[in-house]
């Protein structure tokens, strides 16, 4: 049971580079959430998608593009990445009947 | 808006010691009611939850009940281990279809 899988686990990147966080889950969940999570302010939304073709904006947008042609697969992208997108990034999905979240292991990220 | 406040951390106790973290939430409605645990690395997992007033959600020797005339979900435990190292997140969710809103988190440290 793999659930909810982001990859990579680490990764460091300069002030401009562009990189993608890649997430996928295996347990057909219609609804696939991105959070960041800095010290001392819990996790905040970034965007979120309630299913294939559909996504939204949450929280915190700016920076950050998705994209969701498959039920399974929910990339976030940074275009230009900025010190203060230094964080560790949380994917989640869950079903459309029950608010349950689960969570992949996160991406830690540092841009320089 | 709905929100969800946490006592801060980070809390320390020895072993065996009685555990309580506070949390209280604004919301329309009716909402339900979670605690997440992330342990060291790992994303977060969901611990107990309760879906309406006076319902007691229970997992690993945790509980917690829905206060509707506190807007109260404290998180308790009676005995607590050093396996219980962790941060605690207590959320809330409106409906099936709605996002889940996360408080700031609690650091538990269980020492020996």
């Known amino acids: 049971n793999a659930g909810v899988t982001q990859t990579p686990k680490f990764q460091v990147l300069k002030t401009g580079q562009s990189m993608t966080l890649q997430c996928a889950q295996d347990?057909?969940?219609?609804?696939m959430s991105w959070y960041r999570q800095d010290p001392g302010m819990g996790l905040r939304l970034i965007h979120y998608?309630?299913?294939?073709?559909?996504?939204d904006q949450g929280e915190v947008p700016n920076g950050y593009n998705v994209s969701r042609s498959t039920t399974e697969d929910f990339p976030l992208r940074l275009l230009s990445a900025a010190p203060s997108q230094t964080s560790v990034y949380f994917c989640?999905?869950?079903?459309?009947?029950?608010?349950?979240?689960?969570f992949g292991a996160g991406t830690r990220l540092s841009v320089l | 808006g709905n929100s969800v406040t946490q006592m801060e951390g980070p809390v320390t106790l020895s072993e065996e010691a009685f555990l309580t973290i506070n949390c209280t939430y604004t919301?329309?409605?009716?909402?339900?009611l979670f605690w997440y645990v992330q342990y060291p690395g790992e994303g977060l997992q969901l611990l107990l939850k309760?879906?309406?007033?006076?319902d007691k959600g229970s997992n690993k020797g945790f509980e917690a009940t829905y206060r509707k005339e506190t807007t109260s979900f404290h998180l308790e435990k009676g005995s607590v281990q050093v396996s219980d190292s962790a941060v605690y997140f207590c959320?809330?969710?409106?409906?099936?279809?709605?996002?889940?809103?996360f408080g700031p988190g609690t650091s538990l440290s269980v020492i020996p």
């Open positions: 989640a999905s869950n079903h459309p009947g029950t608010n349950i979240q689960y």
């Open positions: 959320a809330l969710g409106r409906t099936s279809y709605d996002k889940v809103i």
């Open positions: 347990m057909n969940h219609e609804y």
């Open positions: 309760a879906t309406k007033a006076d």
């Open positions: 919301a329309t409605g009716y909402p339900s």
């Open positions: 998608s309630v299913g294939a073709g559909i996504t």
